[in-house]
């Protein structure tokens, strides 16, 4: 089993980042996929840190994509609202609702799984977030 300059597995430090994204949000995550693109030698890990941002940013872009429809139905509600058009929208406030606890339970479920997976050195193919990494990761060379 490798080891990290820090004296734990390569694959215990993978899952720290998948955690950290799950329970601690950008700064413990950012951190720890900075000390390992730094410091630390393993391409493995450089680029399970690397998913582990990319994928916590990707999930936070959709987040507040879909929650930018409630206010521009707002918006379009207090514009009628001038010409004395009332008009409720509180059926698309539900379902944004509804769909953002859907991507939060998707998060949650995928972190946990990629985490368990980092554990064991292993990968969980998502085809957009891996063709990112790889991109980027080899300096954009294709193979």
Known sequence: MEKTK???????????AFFCALF????P??????YVLLFEENVWLKKT???AVALMMSISVLVTGIGLIPDLFGWLSDFLGLIHLNISFSIIYSIVNLLTDAIYI???L???V???KALKQ??????????????????GKTE
């Open 24 to 27: 601690g949000g950008y700064t």
């Open 6 to 16: 820090l004296g734990v597995s390569v694959g215990l430090v993978g899952a720290a």
């Open 106 to 108: 998707v998060k949650v």
């Open 122 to 139: 292993e990968n969980f193919a998502i085809s957009f977030v891996d063709n990112l990494v790889d991109k980027y990761m080899d300096g």
């Open 29 to 34: 995550t950012l951190l720890v996929a900075g």
């Open 114 to 116: 990629l985490g368990l």
């Open 49 to 51: 840190c690397v998913k």
């Open 110 to 112: 995928f972190f946990l």
